[in-house]
Every structure is written in C-alpha cells, then in structure tokens.
C-alpha cells in the first residue's frame, strides 16, 4: 500500500505554500511544491531561450530537468535544478507568468507526472498545487481545497514579495492573479477546481493557526 497523501490544491496565493510546509512539519510527512516544479521549467526555458510555444523544446527540457528540493530547518525550502540554486529566481512573478503559460500543454504536464509521483514516500506525503487531488494523486486519503478572495490574495503575495526585498506594485498583483486564475480555471488540461471529495476552506478571514486547525480537524476526523 503506498504513503498517505494529503492534497492541497488552490488557486495562486491562497496560502498553500505556507500552510503545506506547516501541515508537512506536523505530520513528518514530506513536502511537494508542485508550483516549484512548473516554475522551474519555466526557468530553464528562460535561461535556454526556449520559447513558451515551442513544446517539443520544452518537453526535452522538462525531460532532462533534475530538480532537488532541499528542505532546511527553518523550513524554507531551497531549490536546486541541474546544479544551481534558483529558489529566489523562481518567485518572481515573471516565473509565475510563463510557468501559467506553459502549463496547459497537455506533454509537458505529462512529462512533469512522474516526478510528482515520485515524492509519495512513507511515512507520507503533503502535495501543492492546482491538480493534486484530482490528476496526480487522485486516490489521496485527504483532499483539501483552499480558496480566499483575489483582493485578499494579491495583498498576501504583496506582503510576502515586500518582505523579501521585492519591489512590487498591489494594482498589477491583482491584475496578474485575477489573469491567472482565469488561465488556470479555464484550460482543458488539469484545469484549477476542487476534487469530488475535497474538503473546500475559504481562508479569507482566517489567521494561519486557524487554517492549520481547521486541516487538522478534518484530517483526524477521517
Ligand atoms: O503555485 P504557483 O503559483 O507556484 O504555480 C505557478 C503556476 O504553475 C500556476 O499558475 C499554474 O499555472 C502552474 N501549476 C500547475 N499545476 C500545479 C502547480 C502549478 O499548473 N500542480
């Protein structure tokens, strides 16, 4: 029988990241960024010069992509893809952008499918992204959906590039999440939506603690 999973699927600054890491450190369980994935292909075709229409290209780059993800003890997770670290060339909302771009195509996700099963090892593992619960691991033992307003999402991501030193603007944040929320939402492969099952959690006026309580609850009570 293979390791739990416990699918957190939801749209760009919904608050997966933080409260995967945190759920994941709870448990013991490992910890998949999915989103790092398809940024770190967006990357490499950036440093390739691979354009976001050429499919055949990004196939061998994702193909030929060895990503590592090292987690430290601060829980902040650095990644490595092909011998460089590129953990803060990969939060760029310019990333962002072009792994959106790339996402719909149907190859390149399937390319990408393998090394997201990978990462399912005992004692068990916590899954983000925007298909987890209902393409790559359709059979989790736990499925969680988060949700949040697109105003209350683009000023966490506001806060969050701010205090790493970024220099953003709210206005386009907003405009940037809301276009990909639509990209995600609307395209035919592995589009954005919550699993038959999942447990859907607005965490608009939720604190982190309640959310972490809240996926605690529901994963004791299955
Ligand atoms: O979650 P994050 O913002 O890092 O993801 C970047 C982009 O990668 C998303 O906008 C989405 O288009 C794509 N993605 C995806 N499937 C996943 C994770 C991310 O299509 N499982």
Redesign the pocket.
Known sequence: RSAPVLALDGP?GSG?GTIGQICASQFGWHYLD???I??GLAWLAQDHNVSVDDVAGLVALADSMELTCHVQENDVAKIEINGQFVTAELRTEET?EI??QI?PLAPVRASLLAMQRRCRKAPGLVAD????GTV?FPDAEFKVFLTASAQIRAQRRFDQLKSKGFDVNLARLLESIQA?DV??SSRAE?PLKPADNAYVLDTSDLSIDEVVASIMDYVNKR
């Open positions: 760009s997966k999915s989103g790092a398809y940024r962002g792994a959106s996402a992204g925007r298909d987890m790559v990909r990209r995600d592995s």
